[in-house]
C-alpha cells in the first residue's frame, strides 16, 4: 500500500520555533509523588450522528486526598466496545522475551503489526481507548516490567508509554533518538540538521526524515555507550525499534520494545500551558469551577490543532499534569474519560493508576452520602446544539462537541467536584445553557 504523506510532511515542514506568550510558559519539571486520588463511575451510553463520527470523551475535574468509600474492581478489566473484536494475545508475549531476549525483535515487530492492523480498522477512538487499556493490563502479554511497548511520533515525542503514563506526552533525549534514527536509515546530515537554526534547514531534514521512516524499517539499538564528540551514553537506553504508516494520522510512527524508558531518557522543555482567567488554584465555588472547565475543555481542544508533533493533545497531557502549573493544584486536576468504553483516557494527578483503565465508583455524594454515578441525559444518538451543564453539591458536568484535526470528533464532557471545604449547595440540581462557539 503506497501512502500519502505530503499532506503530513507539508505539516511538519513548520519552523520548530514555537512562539507563546511568555506568561504562559513554563519550565515543566517532572513531579513523581504518588498521589491518593478518587474517581466517579460512568454507564454512558454511545452517542453518535449518522454523518458525522462522534468519538465520546468526558473531561473532568477531580478531587485529590479526600476518603471516600471504594468499589472492587469490575471483573473485566477492559470492557470490549460494541462492534469490536477482542485484542488477541501476541504470537511472542513480552514474558516469552524476558526469558529470552533474542525474541525481542520478534515482540516488537508483532506489536508495531498489530498497531498498524488496528489503524486500518479502527472506527472511532472508543476502540482506541480499549486497545490501550489492553497493553496496560499488568503482568498481561503485552507488558512485564521491562518489556512493553512504548509508542512515539516520528520526532521523539512519547504518546503512549503503557509501564510509566506520566511520561506520555513528554520528549525523548535527542541523542538517544539520533541513535534511533541511524538504525532506521536516517543520515547524520539530517539528524544534525535537526538542530540548525536555519527553520528552511530544519524544515528539509524533518521532510527527509518523514521519507526515511515510512519505509516501515526495524532495528535493534543501543544508546547505552558515549560516542565521543556524539553523544553521551544513556543508562538503559536500549532495545528494538519498529516503524509503521497509520491510517488515522498518516505519519510514521515509532513503536519501541525491551526499552526500559524512565525520566532520565527524556528532556526538561518550556511547555504552552495557555492562559486562563480561572486556574485550579482559583476554584472556590461552583462559578470558578464552571469558568475553569470551560478553559481547560478550551485548551484541550486547541492543543487538538497543533499536528507538528502532538497526537491526540500528547503535549497538552504534559501541561495538565504539572502540579506547577495552571491545571492542577491541590484538590483540583483534569481528566478524561471515553464515554463508551468507560476508560479513562487521561488522569493529571494520578496517571499509573488510572489512564487505559476502566473508571469504577470510588466517590460518594457530599449530600446524599450516595456512590456518584455519571448518567447521560443525552438520547441514543442525539448531538446536542449546545453545551449543557448540569450542577449538583458535588459535581459539574458540561457536556459539548468539538471537533479534532482529520478523521475525529470529539463530544466532550467536562466535569468538576467541589470538595466539602468549599462550596456547598442545599439545590439538588441546577441546570445552564451556553451557546456553543
Known amino acids: 500500500m503506497t501512502w500519502n504523506l505530503q499532506p503530513e510532511i507539508s505539516r511538519h515542514l513548520q519552523s520548530n520555533q514555537h512562539l507563546v506568550n511568555a506568561s504562559s510558559q513554563r519550565r ?7 498521589c491518593k486520588s478518587s474517581n466517579p463511575s460512568s454507564a454512558w451510553k454511545l452517542v453518535g450522528t449518522s454523518k458525522k463520527l462522534i468519538a465520546a470523551w468526558l473531561l473532568l475535574v477531580g478531587v485529590l486526598c479526600v476518603s471516600h468509600s471504594v468499589v ?6 477492559c470492557p470490549v466496545p460494541p462492534d469490536t473484536d477482542p485484542v488477541e494475545d501476541p504470537e511472542v ?20 503489526d498489530r498497531f498498524k492492523n488496528y489503524s486500518l480498522t479502527v472506527t472511532s477512538i472508543t476502540q482506541i481507548a480499549y486497545f490501550g487499556c489492553v497493553l496496560r493490563e499488568d503482568e498481561g502479554p503485552w507488558r512485564t516490567d521491562s518489556v512493553y511497548p512504548i509508542l512515539m511520533t516520528p520526532f521523539g515525542r512519547v ?11 513528554r520528549l525523548l533525549n535527542p541523542a538517544i533518538l539520533g541513535t534511533i534514527y541511524t538504525q532506521l536509515g536516517v543520515s547524520r546530515q539530517d ?70 524508558l524512565n525520566a532520565s531518557h527524556v528532556v526538561d522543555e518550556v511547555v504552552d500551558y495557555g492562559n486562563p482567567s480561572v486556574t485550579a ?17 478550551n485548551y484541550f481542544v486547541e492543543a487538538q490543532r497543533d499536528t507538528r508533533d502532538g ?31 468507560n476508560i479513562i483516557f487521561f488522569h493529571g494527578a494520578n496517571p499509573n493508576r488510572f489512564e487505559f483503565r476502566p473508571l469504577i465508583a470510588t466517590v460518594r455524594d457530599a449530600v446524599t452520602g450516595e456512590l456518584i454515578c455519571l448518567k447521560s441525559s443525552m438520547p441514543r444518538r442525539v448531538v446536542p446544539k449546545e453545551d449543557s451543564y448540569d450542577i449538583t453539591s458535588t459535581i459539574l458536568l458540561l457536556t459539548r462537541i468539538v471537533p479534532i484535526p482529520r478523521r475525529w470528533g470529539m463530544r466532550a464532557s467536562l466535569q ?20 456553543f462557539i
Open 311 to 341: 497526537i491526540l493533545g500528547s503535549v497538552a497531557k504534559v501541561a495538565m499534569r504539572d502540579p506547577n502549573g495552571p491545571w492542577r493544584q491541590g484538590s483540583v486536576y483534569i481528566y478524561i474519560l471515553d464515554l463508551r468504553s
Open 191 to 260: 539528524i544534525a540538521d535537526l538542530r540548525s537554526s536555519d527553520p528552511d534547514t530544519v524544515a528539509k531534514a524533518r521532510r527527509s526524515i518523514l521519507v526515511t521512516l515510512a519505509k516501515e524499517q526495524d532495528a535493534a539499538f543501543d544508546a547505552t555507550t558515549p560516542i565521543p564528540g556524539v553523544r553521551p551514553g544513556s543508562p538503559g537506553a536500549k532495545g528494538y525499534v519498529a516503524v509503521y504508516v497509520g491510517r488515522a494520522f498518516q505519519i510514521p510512527l515509532i513503536v519501541l520494545g525491551g526499552f526500559d
Open 281 to 297: 488554584s482559583d476554584v472556590v465555588d461552583r462559578e470558578t469551577l464552571k469558568q475553569f472547565v470551560i478553559e481547560a475543555g
Open 93 to 112: 508475549t513480552a514474558q516469552e522475551v524476558v526469558a529470552d531476549e533474542s525474541k525481542l525483535g520478534d515482540f516488537t515487530r508483532l506489536t508495531r
Open 28 to 34: 515543566f519539571l517532572l513531579d513523581r509523588e504518588c
Open 72 to 77: 472492587a474492581q469490575t471483573e473485566n478489566e
Open 416 to 435: 468538576g467536584r467541589l470538595d466539602d471545604k468549599t462550596e456547598a449547595s442545599s439545590h439538588r440540581t441546577t441546570s445552564l445553557d451556553l451557546a
Open 159 to 169: 504518546v503512549f508509554h503503557t509501564k510509566d503514563m506520566t511520561l506520555s506526552g
